[in-house]
C-alpha cells in the first residue's frame, strides 16, 4: 500500500482520518492557448446540468452534476481560485475516468475530456426513449449543506427533492420528518443538519446516455456516480475540497481490470509555462508554474495537488491499490477513442517526468479491480493548493 505517512500536517490527518470514517458509515469548451468557449450541452435543456461552488474556504472549486470538476462553465475559463477572491486559476478543468473491460472490449467513461473541455456523463440515473429525464431538475441539482439553515426546527426541514438518491425510508415523498430527511444532512440531535464539513455538497450522475459518448463505436459502461464533496473554513483545513466518488456498477455485466482515473487539465495562470509531477509514495500529482511569476498577481504562484485519500482496495493484499501511474500528455496528444484512453489509464507502472513547460494534463489512475454488478467501489480525492512543495507534500 502506498503510505502517506510523514507527509501530512497532524491536524490534517485528524481531519482526514474524521472525515472518512464519517463517510465510510452510512460539456463544448474548446481549449487552446488563445481561446476557451463556453461549453455546448446539446442534448438535455440546460437547467438540468447544475453548476455550483465549494466557497466557504480559501480554495474555490466548481462543482457539477455530470462529472466536471474545476470549471467555470457559464464563462468556459478556468474556474478554480485561490486565495478565493484573487482571480488567481489553478484549474481550467478535471473530472473522473472510469475504464473498464466490459464483454471483452475496453470502454472508459469519461467525466471530462481536456481535448474538447466536455463530459460523457449526464445528471441522474435515468432517462426515457427519448432522452428525456424522467424526472425534473430539482431531483438532480447539486445540493449544498449550506443552503440550509444551520438548525431547523421538526416542522419544518428542508424539502428534499422527491428520488433524492438517499430516498425517505417509508417511500412516501409527502412525508419528510426528522426521522426522512437525507442521509448527509439528516436532522439529529437539537434538529442540527449532520454534516460532515462546513460546507458538504451531493451530485449524482451517470453514463446512461449513448449519445453523449465522444466514441461512438464504443459502448457506455453502465455505471452511476455518487459525487460527494466536503470543505472547510479553519486556519488549518482551509485550503483544500476532498471528493468522494462512489462508482456503481449498475449493469448485468462484471466490470473487469477497472480502473478509476482524476484527469486535470491545470492552469497555473497563464497555461504555457506550467510544469506538473508527481510523488508516488505519497500517491500525489501536482503543477506549478514554471518561473514562479503570473503577470497581475498579487502573490507568487503555489501549487496545485490531486491526492488519493481512500483509493479500491487489491484483493491479492488487502492494501488500497493507491497510485498506480501518472500520465502526461498534451492538447495534440490527448488520447481520443475509448482504447486510448484505457491504454492510458493501464499503464500501470509508468510514470511519466515531465521535461518542459507547457499547457498540459495529467492523468492519475488507481487499480485494477473488478467492479461485479452492484457492487460500489470508492476513491476520495483532496484538492489541494499550497504555497510550495514541501507545503503541499
Given amino acids: 500500500m502506498k503510505r502517506h505517512s510523514q507527509w501530512w500536517l497532524f491536524l490534517l490527518i ?5 472525515f472518512i470514517i464519517s463517510i465510510g458509515s452510512s460539456q463544448a469548451a474548446t481549449k487552446n492557448s488563445k481561446q476557451k468557449t463556453q461549453l455546448f450541452k446539446p442534448t438535455f435543456p440546460d437547467n438540468m446540468f447544475d453548476l455550483r461552488y465549494h466557497d466557504v ?95 431547523i426546527e421538526e416542522e419544518n426541514l428542508p424539502d428534499w427533492p422527491s ?23 439528516e436532522a439529529g440531535e437539537g434538529y442540527r443538519p449532520v454534516t460532515v464539513s462546513v460546507q458538504d455538497s451531493y451530485a449524482w450522475f451517470s453514463d446512461a446516455d449513448q449519445t453523449y459518448k465522444f466514441d461512438q463505436g464504443a459502448q457506455t459502461l453502465g455505471i452511476q456516480i455518487i459525487q460527494q464533496g466536503y470543505s472547510w473554513n479553519y486556519f488549518f483545513n482551509q485550503n483544500f475540497v476532498f471528493l468522494t466518488y462512489d462508482i456503481i456498477n449498475a449493469s448485468d455485466e462484471p466490470l473487469l481490470d477497472t480502473y478509476l482515473a482524476v484527469v486535470v487539465d491545470p492552469d497555473v495562470g497563464e497555461a504555457e509555462d506550467d510544469m506538473v509531477g508527481f510523488d508516488e509514495i505519497r500517491n500525489l500529482g501536482y503543477t506549478y508554474d514554471d518561473d514562479g511569476r503570473e503577470a ?3 502573490t507568487a ?28 500528455f498534451t492538447l495534440d496528444v490527448d488520447p481520443g477513442t475509448d482504447v486510448e484512453r484505457y491504454e492510458v489509464m493501464s499503464d500501470n507502472g509508468t510514470f511519466d517526468v515531465d521535461s518542459s513547460p507547457e499547457d498540459k494534463r495529467f492523468c492519475m489512475p488507481t487499480g485494477p479491480f473488478t467492479l461485479n454488478p452492484g457492487d460500489t467501489a470508492r476513491v476520495v480525492v483532496g484538492v489541494i493548493c499550497a504555497r510550495d512543495l514541501e507545503a503541499l507534500q
Fill in 14 to 18: 485528524l481531519v482526514t482520518a474524521v
Fill in 296 to 298: 497581475g498577481w498579487s
Fill in 163 to 185: 428520488g433524492y438518491y438517499h430516498p425517505d425510508p417509508d417511500g412516501d415523498p409527502e412525508t419528510n420528518d426528522a426521522d426522512t430527511v437525507a442521509t448527509w444532512a
Fill in 57 to 151: 474556504g480559501q480554495l474555490y472549486l466548481p462543482i457539477t452534476n455530470y462529472g466536471i470538476h474545476g470549471h467555470e462553465v457559464s464563462t468556459g475559463t478556468a474556474g478554480t481560485i485561490w486565495p478565493r477572491g484573487s482571480g488567481q486559476a489553478y484549474i481550467f478543468g478535471g473530472g473522473i475516468w472510469i475504464g473498464a473491460i466490459k464483454d471483452g472490449n475496453r470502454f472508459v467513461s469519461v467525466g471530462y475530456n481536456p481535448n474538447s473541455g466536455t463530459s460523457e456523463l449526464v445528471p441522474g440515473f435515468e432517462y426515457d426513449d427519448t432522452h428525456n429525464y424522467a424526472f425534473d431538475s430539482e431531483r438532480v441539482r447539486v445540493l449544498m449543506s449550506t443552503d440550509y439553515p444551520a438548525r
Fill in 301 to 328: 504562484p503555489g501549487y496545485l495537488g490531486y491526492v488519493f485519500l481512500e483509493s479500491p482496495v487489491d484483493p491479492a493484499t488487502g492494501e488500497q491499490l493507491g497510485l498506480s501511474a501518472f500520465r502526461i
